[in-house]
């Protein structure tokens, strides 16, 4: 109701849209993004040691488990309990009413949420991953769906309506709050393959805000402003851009596509020699060194060959790098649809302000989230940016080490 908004003291949520998109979206995105977050770990911390178990690790752990629990426990209250204040009044017709679809939706997807969100705590300790950018944006959503509701149930003096909801909604919110402030914080990561560096890169153990905002880089940028830098101040080269963890990877797809392009056969010698003699008689240096397919064989089930190979099509390099590499690339585009996008943002809350400044009506609260509207869009779009250019100039990196690798075995 657009009229009740623009007429109240402070933003006004309805109890349905509390319990639908306040809760869809960040259960939305845990749910839709798990899938491929599990594939990444599969087949990118196969190689990475697992993280021992921490004080950390045990406290998120807990308070999903505690999380889940309670949001069960306020569920099960909903659907059977009685919210009277007199069980046994006669006018009491909590046992006759009916509860809302969107709230036992609702009710039913948080905990199953956040028993999957201590499950995917777990799989990233077992898989070395030290700070969750998934589960940081999921507790990061929650936190400020909360924050409407947080100042409204006071305002509206729930507690004397219900005040078992209203204790736990207090709770709950403390929780995720706490959440969202621990996944802020990188695992230790410490490990045999980082304690034998002796300047080991400090990207290997930052958190999520610590790489957004490149914080992880401010050691090396103090030290350049008091000192000379030398080549020993210059930290080791992060694992996952060393060669030496690279070019397997590469060589192993690369090999995976010869082996479905290629059928090994056996070529008779008398086809071998006719080969050579034909490629040796009067050669020039414009000779071809591969001899062209003749007509009568080009609607064979093996048109090309080579050697004592036989081949379906031609490997497809362009196929391989994006199978190796293709996914930080596209998470490269993803920052940088995001930065485009907040770029229509800002405008919007521009024209929102000015409406405001206009009005004589208007409450206080629309100025303020307009102007924090602009200030935060203009920050995140940086940020996005930024991340954008850093992946796009890693993958290209990584490219050129593994291209440089499989010319020079070639050669």
Same mark, same amino acid.
């Given at each position: 109701?657009?009229?009740?908004?623009?007429?109240?003291?402070?933003?006004?949520?309805?109890?349905?849209?509390?319990?639908?998109?306040?809760?869809?979206?960040?259960?939305?995105?845990?749910?839709?993004?798990?899938?491929?977050?599990?594939?990444?770990?599969?087949?990118?911390?196969?190689?990475?040691?697992?993280?021992?178990?921490?004080?950390?690790?045990?406290?998120?752990?807990?308070?999903?488990?505690?999380?889940?629990?309670?949001?069960?426990?306020?569920?099960?209250?909903?659907?059977?309990?009685?919210?009277?204040?007199?069980?046994?009044?006669?006018?009491?017709?909590?046992?006759?009413?009916?509860?809302?679809? #969107?709230?036992?939706?609702?009710?039913?997807?948080?905990?199953?949420?956040?028993?999957?969100?201590?499950?995917?705590?777990?799989?990233?300790?077992?898989?070395?991953?030290?700070?969750?950018?998934?589960?940081?944006?999921?507790?990061?959503?929650?936190?400020?769906?909360?924050?409407?509701?947080?100042?409204?149930?006071?305002? $509206?003096?729930?507690?004397?309506?219900?005040?078992?909801?209203?204790?736990?909604?207090?709770?709950?919110?403390?929780?995720?709050?706490?959440?969202?402030?621990?996944?802020?914080?990188?695992?230790?990561?410490?490990?045999?393959?980082?304690?034998?560096?002796?300047?080991?890169?400090?990207?290997?153990?930052? *958190?999520?805000?610590?790489?957004?905002? /490149?914080?992880?880089?401010?050691?090396?940028?103090?030290?350049?402003?008091?000192?000379?830098?030398?080549?020993? $101040?210059?930290?080791?080269?992060?694992?996952?851009?060393?060669?030496?963890?690279?070019?397997?990877?590469?060589?192993?797809?690369?090999?995976?596509?010869? #082996?479905?392009?290629?059928?090994?056969?056996?070529?008779?010698?008398?086809? *071998?020699?006719?080969?050579?003699?034909?490629?040796?008689?009067?050669?020039?240096?414009?000779?071809?060194?591969?001899?062209?397919?003749?007509?009568?064989?080009?609607?064979?089930?093996?048109?090309?060959?080579?050697?004592?190979?036989?081949?379906?099509?031609?490997?497809?390099?362009?196929?391989?790098?994006?199978?190796?590499?293709?996914?930080?690339?596209?998470?490269?585009?993803? /920052?940088?649809?995001?930065?485009?996008?907040?770029?229509?943002?800002?405008?919007?809350?521009?024209?929102?302000?000015?409406? @405001? *400044?206009?009005?004589?009506?208007?409450?206080?609260?629309?100025?303020?989230?307009?102007?924090?509207?602009? @200030?935060?869009?203009?920050? @995140?779009?940086?940020?996005?940016?930024?991340?954008?250019?850093?992946?796009?100039?890693?993958?290209?990196?990584?490219?050129?080490?593994?291209?440089?690798?499989?010319?020079?075995?070639?050669?």
């Amino acid at each position: 109701n657009d009229s009740s908004i623009q007429e109240s003291d402070w933003p006004v949520l309805t109890k349905c849209f509390e319990n639908t998109v306040l809760v869809w979206i960040p259960c939305g995105w845990l749910w839709l993004t798990t899938p491929l977050y599990l594939f990444h770990l599969y087949y990118n911390g196969r190689f990475k040691p697992k993280i021992p178990i921490s004080p950390l690790s045990i406290s998120k752990f807990t308070l999903c488990t505690l999380l889940c629990i309670m949001c069960t426990i306020e569920t099960i209250q909903t659907v059977t309990g009685c919210v009277c204040e007199e069980q046994a009044d006669e006018n009491c017709e909590c046992e006759d009413r009916d509860v809302s679809d #969107d709230t036992l939706v609702s009710g039913i997807l948080k905990p199953v949420t956040f028993l999957l969100a201590g499950i995917l705590t777990q799989i990233e300790r077992l898989r070395g991953v030290v700070s969750s950018v998934i589960l940081f944006v999921f507790w990061l959503l929650l936190v400020l769906a909360g924050i409407v509701p947080c100042f409204t149930k006071i305002l $509206d003096k729930d507690y004397e309506e219900d005040l078992f909801r209203f204790v736990v909604f207090y709770i709950y919110f403390f929780f995720i709050s706490t959440q969202l402030v621990l996944h802020a914080f990188a695992e230790d990561g410490q490990n045999g393959s980082i304690t034998r560096d002796k300047n080991p890169c400090p990207e290997r153990k930052a *958190s999520v805000l610590n790489k957004l905002y /490149f914080w992880w880089m401010n050691s090396i940028v103090f030290k350049a402003y008091k000192t000379r830098l030398y080549e020993d $101040d210059l930290w080791s080269l992060n694992p996952k851009d060393q060669s030496v963890n690279i070019i397997p990877d590469f060589d192993r797809r690369w090999n995976k596509e010869l #082996d479905s392009s290629f059928l090994e056969m056996n070529v008779s010698k008398q086809k *071998s020699k006719k080969c050579l003699r034909n490629l040796s008689s009067d050669p020039t240096e414009k000779s071809p060194l591969l001899e062209s397919i003749s007509s009568s064989n080009s609607g064979s089930e093996f048109p090309n060959h080579h050697g004592n190979y036989k081949f379906y099509r031609l490997p497809s390099l362009i196929k391989v790098l994006c199978k190796t590499y293709g996914m930080t690339f596209l998470a490269s585009l993803f /920052f940088k649809l995001l930065s485009d996008v907040l770029q229509f943002a800002s405008p919007i809350f521009l024209s929102i302000l000015i409406d @405001f *400044s206009e009005s004589k009506t208007s409450p206080d609260w629309i100025g303020y989230m307009a102007a924090s509207g602009m @200030f935060i869009c203009t920050i @995140f779009q940086s940020v996005f940016y930024h991340q954008n250019f850093q992946l796009g100039m890693t993958v290209g990196m990584r490219i050129k080490s593994a291209l440089i690798s499989a010319i020079y075995k070639k050669i």
